[in-house]
């Protein structure tokens, strides 16, 4: 951390800084957290108790383009990140507001998905399909919703000049999150959305 | 949570933002007061901490247990009712499994996984120092709702559903229950992360993976247990949370629910839990049974390699604990032969206990003792625990006494008796005084003789049908004599324990009188060995660079052409002196426990009044936002480096950070 600023690398038997190994370890049990509650969501999506599920009531195509705004932020990530390392903070900060502006637009289309899902019916409480739904994309809003955090005092540090290129590993490892988070959906969508139920 | 707001770290070593980050809290600048210990980043004070809080709740969940056997004593007696018996068996397994066994193991991962490996802190300080207030404010949470949450969670460690959901459990217990494990998990989840940075990251030059000393190694493993089996937990508490709080309908078979579920979960997270409880204990015998033998341990890398094994296996068989929930016959008989084959790896690592004491120059010190009960107690639970594996002997078997039996026999047997023999062990490091031998050896005895007073006669019980978890029994099943022997035994144990007490006390104010114990008094061969006790606050004087497994006792040994063990130099010769100054250590910090504060705060909010929620979120915000503004070392701290470069964990030998690189190929 501080050794970061002080050391370009900070001598460690990995050859991987700290911080880094950290967020990757941080990352390798997050996988466990997801993996309960997608299985959670297999087991009751179609647990209706009498009612709608899920499946019954959801949108691809809407969700399709929200899916796609989150993808391209992860290459607005990259870019950030590229523009860091280059030393352009200008740039950089350009395409840190960006990608925090794209999950923003996918938090938002979460919001009127579950709007509109609650008016046609389907509850927190419906039934067990509906609260594993909610719960497993909830968690998954939540995580990107703290990714913006992280994007946003990212970009607020680079405008105060605490950001500087020789920092760029700290815009790497938010990314490292970012794109996790973004994998994630990917298999979210296929396995909740794309595949259809019986 | 911690480990999201990491990042924002790197803006610190601004000197423009150090001093008084919001203006509230000064840095604190070390020291021995109060405030020293609440604001330490000392990985040392942390695992004093961690054990200190430990044997405190250890009394705690002791006396739950005295209080259950009381009611057991005698038949249907009527010191407790049903539901307060109900509430105490719970809050005792609770306890003792998350408050006090685990954060015993990690007081001696804290502190001596960096001395291990040659390092002089772990790799995230502040970290760390969360990782315990966090610990301890989940606990202290935990146990509040005997006060205020109208009385203890009352349906068992594991919480079955729909026994947890608000229909059984109207009272505020297993909302308890479930944040405060919540909390605690995020401070297990931290630390494992910090302490596997350590492991593979920080270690002194020529210290390579596979000569890591086996107690590294078994805590190395554990961490990760931890780091893969806690989001597992965290989701079904989240679920369970959910159920209780919001209504959700996870766990409610009137709507199509299916209660295994949690039990799923639940075991998916508890079985590893096992190998978290138990290893640290196979890694402590690993580290006093060479040293009492004068031999090497028989067979390291088999060792190693069978707790990766057991590491990896006991992902593979948390069903066996379900064989009558009805998952059908091809999963019981798939979990039987797992469970069977996990026995495999655990008789490796007990006969190289064996072997290594084979031959051996043996001593029977108190430590010794304890280690080698943890090998013959933990044998008896293992082989109890294979005649679980057979399914159909399980089904006889579950839900009576005879599993109370084998679980304790492996969890106090294997790993109670194991960590006590670490405090022996470890005391003249940890705090410059040896406790008394004597006295030691009367508190094991007692302590063996009344553990398998308890628990030996469980098995009996068991088997003539007595179930676990009822508040009392009728008289004429043939149940009377073996409880009322229990019951004793368990009085035995709260001796024990009391005297391990006094014995701290007493061997403390005789220590005055005595010499002091040096650096080595066991005649050991690990790192930790090789500087003063009690361990200064900088570790290492110098880094040492390392050669071989056992570095330290071939410093003082070598071995002879008739391949006999010579000594070659006295200890107190070779070992470091602790007398280096000006070494640069992480300036200590108040936000960890600030942050700490915040989430009981937050947790009482979802229970009583969402406002409390609010205020404690604000708090927690404000102090991750000024721990990443607030620089990892203090730039205005005193310190007399005269390069100038910092916290440098090595030499400033290019050629040695150059070895110490290569040596990360073994990761």
């Avoid at chain 2, 440098?648 to 290019?654: A, E, G, H, Q």
Wanted: with cysteine.
């Amino acid at each position: 951390m501080s050794t970061a600023v002080l050391h370009d690398h900070p001598p460690t038997n990995t050859g991987i800084s700290h911080t880094k190994l950290a967020m990757w370890l941080f990352l390798g049990s997050e996988c466990l957290l997801f993996g309960g509650l997608i299985s959670t969501y297999l087991l009751y999506k179609t647990q209706g108790n009498g009612g709608i599920i899920p499946a019954d009531i959801f949108d691809i195509p809407f969700t399709s383009i929200s899916s796609f705004v989150l993808l391209m932020s992860s290459l607005t990530m990259v870019l950030a990140l590229s523009s860091v390392t280059r030393g352009d903070m200008h740039r950089g900060k350009a395409w840190l507001v960006v990608t925090a502006l794209l999950g923003g637009v996918f938090i938002g289309g979460q919001v009127y998905e579950f709007t509109s899902f609650y008016r046609e019916g389907l509850g927190y409480t419906t039934n067990p399909a509906s609260s594993a739904f909610y719960t497993l994309t909830g968690f998954h809003g939540v995580h990107v919703s703290l990714g913006i955090v992280m994007l946003m005092s990212l970009f607020v540090a680079a405008h105060q000049g605490k950001l500087k290129p020789e920092n760029a590993e700290t815009v790497e490892i938010v990314g490292l999150y970012w794109h996790f988070v973004d994998i994630v959906w990917i298999f979210i969508f296929t396995v909740i959305y794309l595949i259809p139920v019986e | 949570m911690a480990i999201i707001e990491e990042p924002l770290a790197l803006t610190s070593g601004e000197p423009a933002v150090a001093e008084r980050p919001l203006g509230v809290l000064t840095r604190p600048q070390g020291g021995n007061g109060w405030r020293d210990w609440l604001s330490t980043v000392d990985h040392k004070r942390i695992g004093i901490m961690y054990g200190a809080a430990a044997m405190f709740f250890f009394v705690v969940g002791g006396s739950e247990a005295l209080l259950i056997r009381l009611q057991l004593a005698f038949p249907e007696q009527g010191l407790l009712s049903g539901q307060l018996y109900n509430e105490i068996f719970t809050m005792h397994g609770v306890t003792m499994v998350f408050l006090f066994i685990m954060p015993l193991a990690a007081a001696f991962a804290n502190y001596l996984i960096p001395l291990q490996i040659g390092a002089r802190d772990v790799a995230f300080p502040r970290l760390n120092a969360l990782s315990f207030w966090v610990w301890l404010s989940g606990a202290l949470f935990l146990n509040s709702s005997w006060l205020v949450g109208g009385g203890g969670a009352d349906c068992g460690w594991f919480c079955y559903s729909p026994n947890s959901g608000i229909v059984f459990s109207p009272s505020h217990g297993v909302d308890f229950y479930a944040l405060g494990l919540l909390i605690a998990g995020i401070a297990s989840l931290v630390s494992s992360i910090n302490l596997i940075v350590t492991c593979l990251n920080m270690r002194a030059p020529g210290m390579t993976l596979f000569r890591m000393p086996v107690l590294t190694w078994m805590l190395l493993i554990t961490q990760f247990l931890l780091a893969f089996a806690l989001p597992v937990i965290t989701v079904a508490l989240f679920l369970l949370l959910f159920d209780r709080l919001f209504d959700s309908q996870f766990f409610d078979p009137a709507a199509g629910a299916d209660p295994l579920l949690w039990q799923h979960l639940f075991w998916i997270f508890g079985h590893p839990e096992v190998y978290i409880i138990i290893l640290p204990s196979f890694g402590i015998v690993s580290e006093i049974i060479p040293t009492f033998s004068r031999k090497p341990i028989f067979g390291y890398s088999f060792m190693v390699f069978s707790g990766i094994a057991i590491g990896f296996m006991g992902w593979g068989v948390w069903a066996h604990h379900m064989f009558v929930s009805g998952i059908g016959p091809i999963s019981v008989v798939a979990f039987s032969l797992a469970t069977m084959f996990i026995a495999v790896p655990t008789g490796v690592k007990i006969l190289n206990w064996l072997a290594t004491m084979w031959g051996g120059a043996l001593r029977f010190t108190t430590a010794m003792l304890f280690a080698t009960a943890t090998v013959a107690m933990f044998t008896i639970g293992g082989l109890s625990g294979v005649t679980h594996a057979l399914a159909p002997a399980d089904t006889q078997q579950t839900d009576t006494y005879y599993i109370v039996a084998h679980f304790h026999y492996v969890i106090f047997g294997g790993g109670v008796i194991g960590l006590m023999g670490g405090c022996y062990f470890w005391w003249p490091k940890v705090f410059g005084y040896m406790l008394d031998e004597r006295r030691g050896k009367w508190h094991f005895w007692t302590m063996l003789v009344g553990f398998n007073l308890t628990f030996g006669p469980m098995h009996v019980l068991g088997l003539q049908g007595m179930s676990r978890r009822i508040d009392t029994y009728s008289s004429g099943f043939g149940f009377e004599f073996w409880n009322l022997v229990s019951t004793i035994g368990s009085f035995i144990i709260a001796i024990s324990v009391a005297y391990f007490i006094y014995n701290i006390w007493k061997s403390k104010r005789e220590a005055v009188d005595r010499p002091p114990p040096g650096p080595d008094p066991w005649d050991a061969r690990s790192l930790e060995w090789s500087i003063p006790s009690p361990a200064p606050v900088h570790n290492f004087d110098y880094v040492p660079v390392i050669e071989s497994q056992d570095d330290w006792w071939f410093r003082k040994y070598t071995i002879n052409d008739d391949d006999k063990v010579v000594r070659i130099a006295d200890p107190e010769m070779v070992a470091q002196k602790g007398d280096a100054t000006g070494v640069h250590l992480p300036s200590p910090s108040f936000w960890p426990l600030v942050l700490a504060l915040g989430l009981p705060l937050v947790a009482y909010g979802l229970i009583f009044n969402l406002w409390l929620c609010v205020i404690g979120g604000i708090l927690a915000a404000v102090a991750i936002y000024s721990w990443a503004l607030e620089p990892v070392d203090d730039p205005d701290a005193h310190h007399d480096d005269s390069d100038g470069d910092g916290a440098d964990d090595l030499p400033n030998d290019p050629a040695l950070q150059e070895a110490s690189r290569d040596d990360g190929g073994g990761g």
